[in-house]
Each structure stands twice: as structure tokens, then as C-alpha cells.
């Protein structure tokens, strides 16, 4: 049976059922790729500018605090060494990167599994368009109020259409987030409640990604 999605106006009124590529929006998700993907695009996102300071680094600590032998005292090199207190830091994390790639098949199959995961979900819509005449942030409020949107979601676009100014009226709604569909990744298509697809979007995307 093929995979089909309904489609709204800007009014939240439904005009039909669209068709959209079974190999993209009708697969069975494969959770463990599902996985695999957000960990890799959690680990990229991370600064690790993480950094402390070791014995080498740290200020003071030129002089034998005292002599070697003759004072019952254990032997000291440096009040800097890592058992003094104001002492280096052993084994303490440097700045690094965390960043890593899965494979390209294994990404694209995440990412066909993260939108049909949404589709089983009853969590994806179609759109006839996203243009606005103008910026206004409660004209795109209202657009999400018609289709029911209440929590976060995620809005995806051809970069071909018209959608600056929708972009621009959403910069101050918390739970909306607009991307193109070459820029579609599978972390914000996962952490979104409802996947919103113009119908230009969804068609590229089922070309694309198949």
C-alpha cells in the first residue's frame, strides 16, 4: 500500500492525500541506525574546549620546598606537583575534537528511518506552501494554531521556495524550526513532535534520499 500524507493549506483546512516515496516515508525504522546517528550528531556538537591545567602549567612551584633528606618529611619535589593543594591537575582533560562520521549509507538510512518514523507516528503533514506576504510573527502563530501544532515542530522546505519571510516570522516562536530539505538531519527530525513538509519539500526529499 503506498504511503500517503494529507495535505493543508495555511488555514488548516485538509485538500487531499499525497502520494510520497514509500522508501523514504514507508520503510521500518531501524532503531539501533537511529541511535547510531544522534550519538554521532551529539559528539559533532560538542565544543571540547574542555581544558585544565597540570603541573607544568600552573604558576609557582620553582623552588624544592625543602632539602631532600633529614627532615622525617616525605621528599618533595615542587609544591606544584599534583598531591599539593594549588598542584596540577593529573590525567585532567585537554581541549579535543568528538567529532566523528558513520558511514554515508548508514546515514542516509538513519535519515530515511527518522522521517518514517514520523509517518507511522501520524506526527507528518504536508503543506501547500509556506510563503508569507510579509514578516510577522503572529501570522506564522496562527498558521501553527490552524494545524494544531502545539509542541515542537519542525518545518521543512525546497531551498527553491519562497520561505524568508516565514523563517523570519518564526526567529521568536521557541518550539518552530525551519530547515531546507539539504539541510534535513535526523537529530532535529527526532527531537521535533510533528514534521511539517511543504509538498515541493517532500517530493525532493523522496528523490534524494531513496
Known amino acids: 500500500m503506498a504511503t500517503k500524507l494529507s495535505l493543508y493549506n495555511q488555514s488548516g483546512e485538509k485538500l487531499k492525500d499525497v502520494s510520497v516515496a514509500d522508501a523514504v ?38 623552588r624544592k620546598p625543602w632539602r631532600q633528606k633529614g627532615t622525617g618529611r616525605a621528599r618533595q619535589g615542587s609544591t606544584r606537583a599534583t598531591q599539593w593543594r594549588g598542584g596540577g591537575v593529573p590525567f585532567g582533560p585537554t581541549p579535543r575534537s568528538y ?6 549509507k548508514v546515514r542516509r538510512l ?27 510573527t503572529k501570522d506564522f502563530a496562527q498558521m501553527m494554531k490552524n494545524l ?15 520561505w524568508e519571510n516565514a523563517f523570519l516570522s ?3 516562536i521557541e518550539n518552530a524550526l525551519i530547515l531546507t530539505v539539504e539541510g ?13 513538509m511543504t509538498e515541493a519539500a517532500a517530493k525532493l526529499a523522496g528523490e534524494v534520499f531513496a
Open 110 to 136: 538513519a535519515l530515511r528511518s527518522a522521517l518514517s518514523a514520523k509517518v507511522e507516528d501520524k506526527a507528518a503533514l504536508l503543506l501547500d506552501s509556506i510563503a508569507f506576504k510579509s514578516i510577522k
Open 148 to 162: 494544531k501544532l502545539e509542541n515542537k515542530a519542525l518545518f521543512v522546505v525546497c531551498g527553491d521556495e519562497d
Open 184 to 196: 534535513l538531519n535526523v537529530y532535529d527530525v527526532l527531537n521535533a513532535d510533528h514534521l511539517v
Open 25 to 62: 516515508f514507508g520503510i521500518t525504522p531501524n532503531k539501533q541506525v537511529l541511535f547510531d546517528a544522534v550519538v554521532m550528531q551529539q559528539a559533532n556538537m560538542r565544543q571540547g574546549t574542555h581544558d585544565v591545567k597540570n603541573r607544568r602549567e600552573v604558576k609557582g612551584g620553582g
Open 170 to 172: 518564526l526567529r521568536n
Open 99 to 104: 567529532a566523528y562520521h558513520l558511514n554515508r
